[in-house]
């Protein structure tokens, strides 16, 4: 084949994956009875533009041609119909497709694009795109109940406030944190680096992330995805933390505010989740 590669896109949506250069569909890594090739055409213009309205008409441009005679409005109905019927919607209590009367459809769960040819068809061709990154201990969008978009961004900010106040806290008192440890049995030199390196490398992600989430960033979902793998190992060091004051609050206590951090990584993920899932929310 000649002239430039076409980029192929591997759209993924709650249980779904879409590949947009096959048009194959598949559910939790199965292959699904193929669409027909306007019903496919109505999911990728969907896909490419999540929770925006996708009028009548750009829907009438894209699949029928100006000079071609067609019942439209049941062509498009038995489109959609079908498209809902392969993801298991429905108009009534949509979770994919919104209708919104005699202005178009909107699709209204979380989308993710990968746009890596190479590796998308290395992940396509083995029929498991997202399976070395899908596991049944983390929660699937499809999981999780919907919930408020301002409410997650409040409870997100405060997770990322708290962690913040815990890397500037740290480095203020670092000759306190020094003492701390010279007078226990820990190695100090080397936890001493780990909490100034995690501590100065994390306050800019903090930072980031608490800006995305105050000024409702549309991609902070896709985002912190991306951030996750990075951000876990340094929020599970981070969970130890409290042992370095011990002594002050006793082993129990300790214990107890570390298997609390250990879950929080985990916490924002899903909050996240809940906040851009399902069903658009008004903020």
């Known amino acids: 084949m000649t002239g430039p590669k076409h980029e192929r896109r591997n759209f993924r949506f709650g249980v779904f994956e879409l590949d947009s250069e096959s048009g194959e569909l598949s559910r939790e890594g199965k292959a699904q009875p193929r669409l027909r090739d306007q019903a496919l055409q109505i999911l990728l213009m969907l896909l490419e533009r999540p929770r925006e309205v996708v009028s009548r008409e750009d829907l009438r441009n894209r699949l029928w041609a100006a000079d071609t005679f067609v019942d439209f409005d049941h062509g498009l109905n038995t489109a959609i119909n079908q498209l809902r019927s392969a993801l298991g919607d429905s108009a009534a209590n949509p979770r994919f497709i919104q209708t919104l009367p005699r202005r178009g459809y909107r699709f209204i769960a979380p989308v993710e694009a990968d746009l890596e040819a190479s590796t998308l068809g290395s992940y396509v061709s083995e029929g498991s795109a ?154």
């Open 130 to 283: 997202l399976q070395p990154t899908r596991s049944s201990v983390l929660s699937d969008p499809s999981e999780l109940p919907s919930v408020p978009r301002k409410l997650v961004r409040i409870l997100f900010s405060l997770i990322q406030s708290m962690y913040l106040i815990f890397y500037t806290v740290s480095l203020m008192r670092i000759s306190q944190v020094e003492a701390t440890l010279n007078q226990s049995a820990y190695t100090a030199l080397p936890i001493l680096a780990a909490v100034i390196v995690t501590a100065a490398v994390g306050i800019p992600i903090r930072l980031y992330l608490l800006a995305a989430a105050s000024f409702n960033y549309a991609g902070l979902n896709t985002k912190f995805k991306k951030l996750f793998p990075f951000l876990l190992p340094l929020d599970e060091l981070w969970a130890l933390a409290p042992f370095l004051i011990v002594r002050q609050i006793g082993f129990g206590l300790a214990l107890a505010a570390t298997a609390a951090l250990l879950y929080l990584p985990f916490s924002q993920r899903s909050l996240l989740l809940m906040g851009f899932s399902v069903r658009p929310t008004s903020d």
